[in-house]
């Protein structure tokens, strides 16, 4: 199946509402057709996920659909990974984390050195660099010109430009993918307990390191930083015994874990997915000191004006474009809508 453009996707999707015989309705601004089209997305790729009956946060994907979404499947990500409690620790999900498939800990039971001679935990400061992401310039166009800077090495990004200040969240995952690309990772607005509007946030346990932005060829943004005190594992440990995860609902949590049956035990550790993270229950008798995640992750946006098309396969594209007119024309109230979802339902199934 050919993969379709961005462009000929809007073009698809134009050509699809133009059948309503109303001319006043066609017209749509290709921001809204972006939105459709990466609404009809996510409902495609959540479509091919099996949720578990059990744990509403886990998920499986459906092997008959599977080489749809290969490209958004992220498997063996290591969080990094902080001590809660003497018995508990807890990674922190990706800024672009979508769904849950599975999740691993590395265990270090008692029976090794490492459990406790040395002390396999150590206490550093996180930096949390807090970076506003506005543009100085006085008059539109903004954010046609940005550089990401870490440490001495940048990446120059340049868009087109936008009318109005609050378009910055369109690109917004380009920066993150900046960062990413420089070696760091980044979130926007939200970390752990920390939020700061229309700010990137970057964790680093390094301090360092040092980060900003130039935005519009103005000075650099004026950076701030949030130090706490963590704890962590130590680099050192080299027991290697990667054990599946046992998932349970946050309110069962403790449940089980004061439970004989359902305590968390070395070859099967508990582990809940709350507040954007994951954490694992250890024990007496065991420790996690490093968490692993399989993960759906979100799909790059779809922008015409970034000339950013679906990473999906290209088998879904044309079923994207018919789901994205099928929400417009629910969204205008158009009469033909009951047609369209019948025919793409019939689509599908055969």
Sequence with gaps: MKRLSVKEKHIYVTQGLQRQGASKKDFQYP?????????????????????????PFKFEINEKYVSDIQSIIKRNYELVTF??????????????????????????????????????????????????????????????NIIVKVLATSNT?????????????????????TFKDLGLIAYWES?????????????????????????????????????????????????????????????????????FYNQSKPNSPLSSLYENKILVKGTERFLANKIFINYIRTPRRISLNLNQNSELSGTVHEEICDLAIQLLKKQIEDESYEKEV?????????
């Design 31 to 55: 921001e809204a057709i972006d939105i459709a089209l990466i609404k009809a997305e996510s409902r495609i790729v959540k479509d091919r996920l099996f949720p578990d009956p059990n744990i």
């Design 191 to 259: 970390y752990k307990d920390i939020y700061r509007s229309n700010s990137f946030l970057l964790p680093i346990l390094d301090l360092s390191i040092n980060a900003t932005i130039n935005i519009d060829g103005g000075t650099d943004v004026i950076v701030s930083n949030i130090d706490k005190t963590v704890t962590t594992f130590k680099s050192t440990l080299t027991t290697n015994n990667i054990i599946l995860n046992r998932d349970v609902k946050a309110d069962f949590l403790d449940s089980a874990a004061a439970s």
């Design 83 to 144: 001590q809660q409690s003497n018995q508990e620790s807890y990674g922190v999900l990706p800024y672009d984390f979508g769904y849950l498939i599975s999740d691993h800990s590395n265990i270090i039971e008692d029976c090794k050195d490492e459990f406790t001679t040395p002390t396999p935990t150590e206490t550093k400061t996180e930096r949390v660099i807090v970076i506003p992401f506005t543009s100085a310039k006085g008059s539109a166009p903004y954010y046609q």
């Design 342 to 350: 019948q025919d793409n339902k019939n689509r599908i199934e055969t």
């Design 157 to 177: 990004l340049t868009f087109t430009g936008y009318q109005t200040l609050e378009e910055r969240t369109f690109i917004v995952d380009n920066i993150i993918n």
